[in-house]
């Protein structure tokens, strides 16, 4: 919906201005990092598609030995966010025209802005809670939290801080090997 309805850079309000819909694209991974051009992009996402086969063994795994169900909802989420970003850098240059200064639009296949495994994920969620007060030194005037995110990247980061705050549970030692131990 934001590719095909917003220009690049193009920002519209949502709750205040506290919540935005802001369209940038990502040519690599978190934040806008990228690794060395087209080479760089190839080997990014084979590393994400063979990350997507050990998310879907693991899964498995968690699913023949019983594990927390809450662990495998997590990890399934972690997967569907992983499979969003995935399918952006896969299909997306070759489905879509450039956005840069106008709405892209559907294009025929393979005609697109860039070639297989190319494609730009489309980030589009920006919260700017507040500005860092002037007088604090070297950060003073600058959005407390600047990141451009979507939502593939929300499931992706919210599923591994779930794993983290409940790890514990999800990770116990059974009791039996506890007691022997």
């Given at each position: 919906m934001i590719k095909t309805s917003m220009v690049l850079g193009q920002e519209t309000k949502v709750l205040?201005?506290?919540f935005k819909l802001h369209f940038v694209e990502n040519e690599g991974?978190?934040?806008g990092i990228s690794w060395g051009g087209e080479l760089g992009k190839y080997s990014l996402t084979l590393f994400r598609i063979v990350a997507i086969g050990v998310i879907i063994y693991y899964i498995y795994t968690l699913v023949k030995?019983?594990?927390?169900?809450?662990?495998?909802?997590?990890?399934?989420?972690?997967?569907?966010?992983?499979m969003g970003?995935?399918?952006?850098?896969?299909?997306?240059?070759?489905?879509?025209?450039?956005?840069?200064?106008?709405?892209?639009?559907?294009?025929?296949w393979g005609t697109g802005y860039k070639s297989f495994m190319q494609g730009n994920v489309v980030d589009m969620l920006s919260f700017q809670l507040f500005r860092i007060p002037n007088w604090i030194p070297g950060y003073g005037g600058q959005?407390?939290?600047?990141?451009?995110?979507?939502?593939?990247?929300?499931?992706i980061s919210i599923g591994i801080i779930l794993i983290i705050v409940f790890q514990k549970r999800f990770f116990a030692e059974p009791e039996q090997e506890k007691s022997a131990a």
């Amino acid at each position: 919906m934001i590719k095909t309805s917003m220009v690049l850079g193009q920002e519209t309000k949502v709750l205040g201005s506290w919540f935005k819909l802001h369209f940038v694209e990502n040519e690599g991974m978190a934040m806008g990092i990228s690794w060395g051009g087209e080479l760089g992009k190839y080997s990014l996402t084979l590393f994400r598609i063979v990350a997507i086969g050990v998310i879907i063994y693991y899964i498995y795994t968690l699913v023949k030995t019983n594990a927390s169900k809450g662990l495998i909802a997590i990890m399934a989420l972690v997967l569907a966010g992983a499979m969003g970003n995935v399918f952006d850098s896969l299909f997306y240059g070759l489905i879509f025209g450039d956005s840069t200064h106008e709405v892209a639009s559907f294009v025929p296949w393979g005609t697109g802005y860039k070639s297989f495994m190319q494609g730009n994920v489309v980030d589009m969620l920006s919260f700017q809670l507040f500005r860092i007060p002037n007088w604090i030194p070297g950060y003073g005037g600058q959005k407390f939290f600047p990141f451009i995110f979507n939502i593939a990247d929300a499931a992706i980061s919210i599923g591994i801080i779930l794993i983290i705050v409940f790890q514990k549970r999800f990770f116990a030692e059974p009791e039996q090997e506890k007691s022997a131990a």
